[in-house]
């Protein structure tokens, strides 16, 4: 087992990763506030396994007679395909379909959960991430869409992203009612609007020229790599821009006009604000105008309408929800309203040019998925938050709150033979809710003050036989590293080097141990925990 | 889609269950009381995913050239067989020896996730399970050994289970020696001896008959199944039950002894106490006199000697951390302590048979899963909680406590043409932080009512018409659900119906909705939450 020639190579498979401690901290305390919220929104918690059937999820090729490569799948005992789940919403859907019967409907639930995926890896593409879902599931009133969308806003505000984030809004049936007036709708086109789809919804990162070589040949990146097209022809690449630059350029105009006018009134809010909040119904209304729609582009603009009607009901501004026609998404199975949260904060693209955040979350109505077990319509909506994602973004807008955090007290081991008299002052620590460890290792001394810096110890606790068998009675050191690399920086000798060094190293009385790591602790902020 | 000869059918796969909102509160309750005692002991978190290459757990079958049928496994697109993790010890293996350099040593690190077992599935055991694990990783102490120990203890005691469990601990140096007394020592009976232990670890369950068969020729169960046996020899299958059998009646005999002197003393504890302390020493004592060892044996009792004084110096009783012999846990690679921990609670077998609840976790010293990928001596000890086994004991305990807990309050539709009324309403008490929902499907009034219950709803808000054009101005119906079930229940026309009947329907003016929602919450004692 030892032999070094024969070992084992330690790695993990690519496009997988570890957690360390602050990531984990960071993201559970994100996690309790996004649950706050929903359960303020009478949404309750239920969870489904990481494993199904592939047919389930909606992954099994039924042509090739096995499951897409793009989830991770192999093989039961009985031959059938299961996969791991690749989302959370296919598993709700087979979830729904199960307990129908039992379910109050509508039927409102959220759930967290890591979700597989069998592809490319990339900087901040994982093959294993986490997702925070919303769903409801048996309504078919607008109502239900625009609570999803409030409830992401609301979700933003709870996490203290306040005017750094918008909710964008637009609706499948207008993207639809676009592709059927240039001739792309019926089956034998799903593959070629998903092409489409997917196309439209890179306008904010390629423009014009790129979305329009998206939907025409295909286009090649700077790396070289080519992308196939559409292959449209040229009148419907021209209308097709159209409609995406109208609608970019419409909400330009706005955005322009409200920062003038937040500059000329000298305040950052209220006038400017007073005026964008018509901007999502001017939009609703300019659009048709600009771009001729069939029939069920303005079945979507209705649908629009009405979510903006109560958005507005319940006081929500277009700075938090805002209609934006370059929304996409790309997944095939929405079916209505779709939406997106971006964030706005400016971070750096690999290339280091200042770039917006960007989307760290999105959803939209799927009516199809769990009829796909029912036989029956049965309506539903939901929204994700890609948990990593806005992890990330959350660390960058709290660096500057990224407060110290102090490891455990380490009580050093100074006699092997000792180690039961070492082991009584971690319990005593302990029981007095004081977060401590003994050293457990086998250094002598200077190994095991190295050990409590790297845990970034606040104190140590130390005793030898001087200590132990002291005349004035049984003594314990407890020394401040804290104070003690303040020290360290300051010129020897001084009164306040002296005064620090009587702080920082102190010998006690046994019995004043938990005392005296009290008032060091208090001394740097350490909260006790409570248990 | 929605052809019902064509649908789909919506199933799991066998052995994998979904989680409903009781089971997740609970177990989200009981994971954090868990992690305060592992953060208190200075154990910090870190998680891994929940893919690993299939060498890397240790899994891969290098004669047969493939995955170990016990783990679910695909080959990556590279060949390269990864498979899902069935523990946490192992990914943290490989954690530790793919971060050697950075880490702390003593590394001390807590975790919990989903762990995937391919076997088949019974009676609360299933193929996705999650697990609690707590490890320190660097030092051959046996102080790391008896910290895991009492952290196992405490977080019992956190878990509010005093009394009620045990940390039984045993070395598996001493089976070693009674293995190697009987001849079993050496590479080639490495199998055997697994075999040999797996039927020792059902001497609770089978006694001394099921486990002299399962020593020998194999065993038959009530069902009519099949275990092939050991294989052993008369001789060495007497030795192992008298070793076996004589542990488990000094146990007993302390245990009466015990209980004798509790009754006579008439309290439950202190007397009783005192004697036992000495009980972990007493066995500790007697076994080698009983049972001849060989030096690896009398190894593993002077380790459990040294576990059992820093049990006793952090004020630990054998109540609650015991030496016990007959402790064998299955896995191959423990070398050293190896502990337990059993729920006394008494529950009822598959044929209603009383029986005590057993492990709801357990772990021990395995010095060589590290040193597989460092090619030098790594030791390591550690322990895992089975979280849902656990949920399961305290849901039992805790069933007295389980009190009624509301769902949202519902703001019911009158008037599909005024939602966005409804749907300011349902913002103000939100706004509030009362959990509220608006009726979000198609159905009239006494559907809603209906769903109202089904949510197990506190109150309903309603708004017809006639309280919207009230003459005394706008109002709203405010109805209690709770009084209006009392009400069901009590005579018509008594003072006591009508004075509750009055209390269970205010209509109140519509500024007064949320004091008057509060007031009722109150009344039954729902908190509103808290952001």
């Known amino acids: 087992m030892t032999d070094k020639s024969n070992k084992l190579k330690a790695r993990l498979p690519r496009g997988l990763v570890d957690r ?229 350029t419409i909400n330009s105009s706005i955005r322009e006009e409200e920062a003038t006018l937040t500059e000329r ?25 600009q771009v001729p729609l069939v029939e069920t582009g303005y079945d979507g603009l209705e649908e629009l309408m009405q979510l903006c009607v109560l958005c507005d009901a319940a006081s929500y501004s277009p700075i938090q929800i805002r209609f934006d026609p370059s929304v996409v998404r790309g997944l095939e199975y929405y079916t209505g309203p779709v939406y997106e949260v971006e964030l706005l904060l400016e971070t750096k693209d690999e290339k280091g040019r200042p770039v917006r955040f960007g989307s760290v979350g999105g959803g939209g109505r799927y009516d199809g998925l769990v009829s796909r077990f029912r036989g029956e319509p049965v309506p539903a909506t939901g929204f994700s938050i890609g948990v990593s994602r806005l992890a990330a973004a959350l660390a960058l807008v709290n660096k500057r709150d990224a407060q110290q955090s102090f490891g455990p007290v380490v009580v050093t081991v100074f006699d092997q033979d000792r180690i039961a008299d070492y082991q009584r002052m971690v319990a005593e620590l302990r029981a007095a809710n004081i977060r401590a460890e003994m050293y457990l290792g086998s250094g002598k001394f200077n190994p095991q003050m190295k050990y409590a810096d790297k845990r970034n110890a606040p104190c140590v606790v130390i005793q030898g036989s001087d200590e132990k068998n002291d005349a004035a009675g049984e003594q314990v050191i407890v020394k401040d590293l ?12 001084r009164d306040e080097y002296l005064q620090k060094q009587a702080e920082a190293q102190r010998k006690v009385p046994r019995d004043q141990l938990v005392k005296t790591v009290q008032e060091i602790l208090a001394r740097h902020g350490v909260k006790t925990r409570v248990a």
Chains 1, 2 share one sequence.
């Open 20 to 248: 360390a401690p602050a990531e984990i901290a960071s993201t559970r305390a994100m996690l309790e506030k996004i649950r706050a919220v929903y359960e303020l929104y009478g949404f309750e918690p239920v969870e489904t396994p990481a494993i199904e059937y592939t047919d389930a999820l909606g992954k099994f090729l039924p042509d090739q007679d096995r499951p897409n490569e793009g989830v991770f799948s192999f093989q039961d005992d009985d031959e059938q395909w299961l996969s791991l789940r690749y989302d959370l919403t296919a598993p709700l859907a087979r979830y729904v379909a199960e307990n129908f019967d039992a379910l109050p409907k509508p039927y409102r639930s959220y759930r967290e959960g890591w979700v597989f995926r069998n592809e490319k890896p990339g900087p901040g593409r994982y093959r294993q991430f986490m997702q925070f879902d919303a769903d409801t599931v048996g309504s078919a009133s607008m109502a239900a869409d625009a609570e999803i969308c409030m409830m992401a806003a609301d979700t933003m505000e709870a996490l203290g992203l306040r005017g750094q984030y918008v909710v964008k809004v637009n609706n499948r049936k207008v993207l639809d009612g676009v592709m059927e007036a240039i001739g792309l709708s019926g089956d034998e086109n799903a593959a070629r609007r998903l092409t489409v789809l997917r196309a439209l919804d890179k306008y904010d990162r390629l423009g014009e020229a790129g979305v329009a070589a998206l939907l025409g040949p295909g286009r090649k990146d700077d790396s070289g790599d080519f992308t196939k097209g559409a292959d449209l022809e040229k009148q419907q690449i021209e209308y097709l821009v159209k409609f995406i630059s109208i609608a970019s």
């Open 482 to 493: 804290v104070l003690g690399a303040e020290l360290s920086k300051l010129e020897k000798g």
């Open 265 to 289: 009134s000298g305040r950052s809010s209220k006038i400017g604000e007073q005026n964008f909040y018509e901007s999502n119904r001017a939009l609703l209304t300019v659009l048709p105008q």
